[in-house]
C-alpha cells in the first residue's frame, strides 16, 4: 500500500456548490477525530489493502493526502499527532520530503504560525481552496475568505518552506455573477504556483445552488460558457509553461500531484475516515460517511466499512479506459482495439483526439467530451 488518504470532514459552513460528505460544525472535535482515526488504524485489516504480510510500510509508503471537508481546520498539534502516529503506525523513519504529504486547506486557516507548524509537522504540499479571486463570486459561493487572503496564504506558506502550492479554481460560474474568468487566471498565474485544478460548476442534487436553481434565483450551468472558459484555461496555462496531464490538473515541469496520479493509473490505496474510499485493485470499499456514525463503530472496535464492491471485468475494463483517457498518457488502443472504432476515427478527423506513440490521447476539445469517447470506445457509460 503506497497511497494513504485521510478524510477530515468539518467545515464552518457549506459551500454553496457542495455535495461533499462533511460535518458542519463550530467547534472542531479535533481530539475525537485523531483518536478516531488512530483507532481505524489498530483495527485489523481496516488499512492495508494490497499490502502483503510482513511489510513495514517502511518503503513503500509514497503519498499521504489529507482531503475533506477541511483539513486546515484542525489544529496544528492535532496535525502533528495525526501524522506522528501514522509515521509510526507505518514504520516511516521520517514524513519528511520522501513522501508527498498533502494539506487540502482554505486560505483564511494559513497563518504563519499554521504554516509553520505544518511544515515542521512533515506537509510538503498545499492545495489551496481559492475557487476565484473575485470577492463577490465568493460571496456567492459562500466561501469565507476574500480575493487578498489567497495571495497573503501563498506568501505565508512560502515563508514557512512549502513552495510545492497548488491552487483551485472554479469556472463556468453563472453569467449573472459577472465574474472575469480570465482575470482570475491571471490573477493565479501571477502567484506562480506549482500546481492548478480547475473545475468546472456542477449541480449536484440537494446543494444550495440546485435549490437557487430549482426556484429561479440561480441560472443553470451553461455548456458555451463551460466550454470556452476551459478552453481558455488549456492556452493561458500553456503559455506560461503550465502542462495540463489531467483533464482538471495542469502542473509546472515535476510538480505533478504524486497522490492523485496514483489514482489515476488505478493503483490502490487506503482511505481512513468517515466517507473514505479504499481500493486494493479487484475490490473498492468506502466507510460510513456520518461522522458520528464513524465515530461510534471505530470506538467500538468495529469495522466502519460502509460497503464494498468487487468491480467485474467489464467495470475494470470501463474505468482501465476512463482512467487512461482523463490523462496525458492515454490509451494504449493498439492492444484492445484493432482497427479503432469508426466512431473514434471521427473524432480523431475532429481533433477530439491524437494518436501519439500508439497511445490515444483527449486534446483539450475531447477531453471536454470525455464521457461520450468513452462510450464510443467501450460501448456503455461511463463511472463519473
Ligand atoms: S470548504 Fe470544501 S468541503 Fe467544505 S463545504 Fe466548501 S467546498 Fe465543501
Not at 494490497?50 to 518503503?59: A, N, T
Not at 484555461?233 to 503559455?239: G, P
Request: aromatic residues 8%; neutral net charge.
Amino acid at each position: 500500500m503506497r497511497h494513504l488518504y485521510l478524510h477530515v470532514p468539518f467545515c464552518r459552513r457549506r459551500c454553496t456548490y457542495c455535495d461533499f460528505s462533511i460535518a458542519v460544525r463550530k467547534r472542531i472535535p479535533a481530539r475525537e477525530y485523531v483518536d478516531a482515526v488512530l483507532q481505524e488504524v489498530n483495527i485489523p485489516g481496516v488499512t492495508d489493502p494490497g499490502r502483503e504480510p510482513g511489510d513495514s510500510g517502511s518503503e513503500v509508503l509514497e503519498t499521504i493526502y489529507l482531503g475533506g471537508g477541511t483539513p486546515s481546520l484542525l489544529p496544528p498539534d492535532a496535525l502533528a499527532t495525526l501524522l506522528t502516529s501514522l509515521r509510526d503506525a507505518f514504520h516511516l523513519t521520517s514524513l519528511r520530503d520522501a513522501v508527498e504529504v498533502t494539506l487540502e486547506a482554505n486560505p483564511e486557516d494559513v497563518t504563519r504560525d499554521t504554516a509553520t507548524a505544518w511544515r515542521r509537522a512533515g506537509i510538503n504540499r498545499v492545495s489551496l481552496g481559492a475557487q476565484s479571486f473575485d470577492d463577490q463570486a465568493l460571496q456567492w459561493m459562500h466561501r469565507s475568505h476574500d480575493a487578498a487572503r489567497i495571495a497573503a496564504a501563498v506568501a505565508t506558506l512560502r515563508l514557512a518552506g512549502i513552495d510545492n502550492i497548488s491552487l483551485d479554481l472554479i469556472f463556468a460560474l453563472p453569467a449573472g455573477l459577472a465574474r472575469d474568468w480570465g482575470r482570475d487566471l491571471e490573477q493565479a498565474l501571477a502567484l506562480r504556483p506549482a500546481h492548478l485544478s480547475l473545475y468546472g460548476l456542477t449541480v449536484e442534487e440537494r446543494t444550495p445552488l440546485a435549490r437557487w436553481i430549482s426556484r429561479g434565483a440561480a441560472s443553470p450551468p451553461d455548456d458555451e460558457r463551460y466550454a470556452a472558459e476551459y478552453l481558455l484555461a488549456h492556452s493561458r496555462l500553456a503559455a506560461c509553461g503550465y502542462h495540463f496531464y489531467e483533464v482538471s490538473n495542469a502542473a509546472l515541469d515535476g510538480c505533478r500531484s504524486r497522490h492523485n496520479s496514483a489514482y489515476w493509473s488505478g493503483r490502490s490505496y487506503s482511505g481512513l475516515g468517515p466517507a473514505a474510499h479504499s481500493f486494493d485493485g479487484a475490490a473498492r470499499r468506502w466507510n460510513l460517511s456520518a461522522w458520528e456514525s464513524y465515530r461510534r463503530a471505530v470506538a467500538a472496535g468495529r469495522s466502519p466499512v460502509a460497503s464494498q464492491e468487487i468491480l467485474s471485468n467489464e467495470q475494470r475494463e470501463l474505468e482501465r479506459v476512463y482512467l487512461a483517457l482523463r490523462t496525458d498518457a492515454g490509451l494504449d488502443v493498439a492492444a484492445l482495439y484493432r482497427p479503432l472504432p469508426s466512431s473514434t476515427v471521427r473524432w480523431l478527423e475532429r481533433g477530439w483526439a491524437e494518436v501519439r506513440n500508439q497511445r490515444l490521447v483527449c486534446t483539450p476539445e475531447g477531453w471536454l467530451r470525455l464521457d461520450a469517447l468513452v462510450r464510443d470506445l467501450t460501448g456503455c457509460g461511463t463511472t463519473g
